[in-house]
């Protein structure tokens, strides 16, 4: 079974960036399929961004889209969430989880197999 890390949050003020990262390990990830989900205080588990084995990103609507693109670098087994423009409603705990080559289509939590541990990610002046 594969294995994720995730890796790159912390304390970022209003309007900064932020580079995560999902480290996969125990199989190659041009098998998978990796989403990045997000959990905020008190709130379910929100589908943000997917990318495909082969490189085709999936934008689940949320409240992010437009600010955020998804990357893979299959020869470091690593998928990447770039975030912009951040903004506190932002703050949340940041999770990778894989499917078998490609995204689910609606984003839903069931639907993908291995999880990380999460990233806190807070986004505050």
């Known amino acids: 079974q594969v294995q994720l890390v995730e890796s790159g949050g912390g304390l970022v003020q209003p309007g900064g960036s932020l580079r995560l990262s999902c480290a996969v390990s125990g199989s190659s990830l041009d098998y998978y399929a990796i989403a990045w989900f997000r959990q905020a205080p008190g709130k379910g588990r929100e589908a943000v961004l997917c990318?495909?084995?082969?490189?085709?990103?999936?934008y689940y609507p949320n409240s992010v889209t437009g600010r955020s693109t998804i990357s893979r670098d299959n020869a470091k087994n690593t998928v990447y969430l770039q975030m912009n423009s951040l903004k506190p409603e932002d703050t949340a705990v940041y999770y990778c989880?894989?499917?078998?080559?490609?995204?689910?289509?609606?984003?839903?939590?069931?639907?993908?197999?291995?999880w990380g541990q999460g990233t806190q990610v807070t986004v505050s002046s």
């Open positions: 989880a894989s499917a078998f080559y490609y995204c689910p289509p609606h984003g839903y939590s069931s639907d993908f197999n291995s």
């Open positions: 990318i495909s084995s082969s490189d085709e990103g999936t």
